[in-house]
Nanobody
Framework: VQLVESGGGLVQAGGSLRLSCIAS????????MAWYRQPPGKQRELVAS???????NYTDSVKGRFTISRHNEKNTMSLTMNTLKPEDTAVYYC???????????????WGQGTQVTVSS
C-alpha cells in the first residue's frame, strides 16, 4: 500500500493551494483519511480528517479556510487551502486508516509528505 501526495509549493499569503493524495496497492477498505502537517521545528499535528461516510473534522486554525474531501471509489483525497497564512508553512502528510484484505486489521499508512511554503 502506498500513499502519494502532490500539489505542494510556494504561495504568497492570501493565496490558495490544493493538495491531493492517492492510495494505491492492495486496498480492501479505507476508514478514515486525514491530512497532518509538521511546521519547521514543531511536532506533527492533525489538520483535517474525513471518514468514509464524509464526516469531517478540522483543527481550529484552519476552519473556514481549508476544505477536505475524498473520492471513495478512486481512493483519493484532497485538501483545498484558501487564504493561506505564513503559519501554514509545513510539510503536509496524507494518512489513511485502512485494511488491505477482508481478514486484515486496520492499520495506519502515511505518505512521504509535500512541502507547503507561504511567504508573507
Amino acid at each position: 500500500v502506498q500513499l502519494v501526495e502532490s500539489g505542494g509549493g510556494l504561495v504568497q499569503a492570501g493565496g490558495s493551494l490544493r493538495l491531493s493524495c492517492i492510495a494505491s496497492g492492495d486496498i480492501f477498505s479505507i476508514r478514515t483519511m486525514a491530512w497532518y502537517r509538521q511546521p519547521p521545528g514543531k511536532q506533527r499535528e492533525l489538520v483535517a480528517s474525513i471518514t468514509s461516510l464524509g464526516s469531517t473534522n478540522y483543527t481550529d486554525s484552519v476552519k473556514g479556510r481549508f476544505t477536505i474531501s475524498r473520492h471513495n471509489e478512486k481512493n483519493t483525497m484532497s485538501l483545498t487551502m484558501n487564504t493561506l497564512k505564513p503559519e501554514d508553512t509545513a510539510v503536509y502528510y496524507c494518512a489513511a486508516n485502512m485494511k488491505y484484505s477482508i481478514l486484515s486489521g486496520l492499520r495506519d499508512y502515511w505518505g512521504q509528505g509535500t512541502q507547503v511554503t507561504v511567504s508573507s
